[in-house]
Nanobody, 119 residues
Framework: QVQLVESGGGLVQPGGSLRLSCAAS????????MGWYRQAPGKQRELVAT???????NYADSVKGRFAISRDNAKNTVYLQMNTLKPEDTAVYYC?????????????WGQGTQVTVSS
């Protein structure tokens, strides 16, 4: 089993920045893809950004040019740098990871961290 623990959420004014972190822990695992999803009140969970082991990234159109995902493979940690935040970025942000534990596939979610963009 792989556990994901997020940190870095909070309250920020429009135009501000936040950095989210997510660390994976467990034993005998290998992660292929890590990423971030978000869910606003009354809406479905949506993709924000993903990154592969090799560094290939994918972003939702709504965050392109404002958010940057990065990853430290040695630490099994993924980061999301969020700049020029807007009120519509307010949501619970969830870390995601998929890979293998020994020879079995897995996918895991973090507990979520609240990001609120408001003046």
């Amino acid at each position: 089993q792989v556990q994901l623990v997020e940190s870095g959420g909070g309250l920020v004014q429009p135009g501000g920045s936040l950095r989210l972190s997510c660390a994976a822990s467990g034993s005998m695992f290998s992660i292929n893809v890590m990423g971030w999803y978000r869910q606003a009140p009354g809406k479905q969970r949506e993709l924000v950004a993903t990154i592969t082991t090799g560094g290939s990234t994918n972003y939702a159109d709504s965050v392109k040019g404002r958010f940057a995902i990065s990853r430290d493979n040695a630490k099994n940690t993924v980061y999301l740098q969020m700049n020029t935040l807007k009120p519509e970025d307010t949501a619970v942000y969830y870390c995601y990871a998929e890979g293998t534990v020994v020879t079995d596939d897995f996918d895991s979610w973090g507990q979520g961290t609240q990001v609120t963009v408001s003046s």
